[in-house]
């Protein structure tokens, strides 16, 4: 400490040196012990529960027009106003599960009031 420095400043660059100190001595404290991470050991023996069956996902693209996609963006946010936040392949899940569960007609009807659309990728423009 700088004995010729007045005594206001002195008291505000104890503190200063004791914030550094302790700052300096906290970092020394964590590089000398490791951070240890609790694992649970793995068992050899069979859980009482279930297995949990993995589902094979399939990663898939397609087109759809716009005002489909529009419709996508309506269906979240109404998710979102009962504070349940869909993703979109969540939506479109849904959708399958519900075409699955009508009649032939009901889906005969919802199938035809589709615009048709050509199928494949778009041709890229230069």
């Not at 660059?13 to 906290?26: D, E, I, L, M, Q």
């Not at 991470?37 to 996902?57: G, Q």
């Not at 849904?94 to 075409?99: C, E, R, S, V, W």
């Not at 615009?115 to 041709?123: A, E, L, V």
């Amino acid at each position: 400490m700088n004995k010729s420095a007045k005594p206001a400043a002195a008291a505000g660059s104890k503190k200063v040196a004791r914030k550094a100190a302790s700052t300096s001595a906290k970092s020394k404290q964590a590089e000398k012990k490791p951070r240890k991470v609790e694992r649970k050991p793995k068992s050899k023996t069979a859980p009482a529960e279930a297995p949990k069956v993995r589902v094979k996902l399939v990663r898939d693209s397609f087109t759809m027009p716009r005002e489909d996609f529009e419709r996508i963006a309506r269906l979240k946010a109404r998710a979102i106003e009962f504070k349940r936040p869909a993703k979109k392949s969540e939506l479109l899940r849904a959708g399958l599960q519900a075409l699955e569960r009508m009649d032939n007609p009901g889906l005969h009807a919802a199938l035809t009031a589709l615009t048709p659309i050509k199928t494949g990728r778009p041709k890229k423009r230069h």
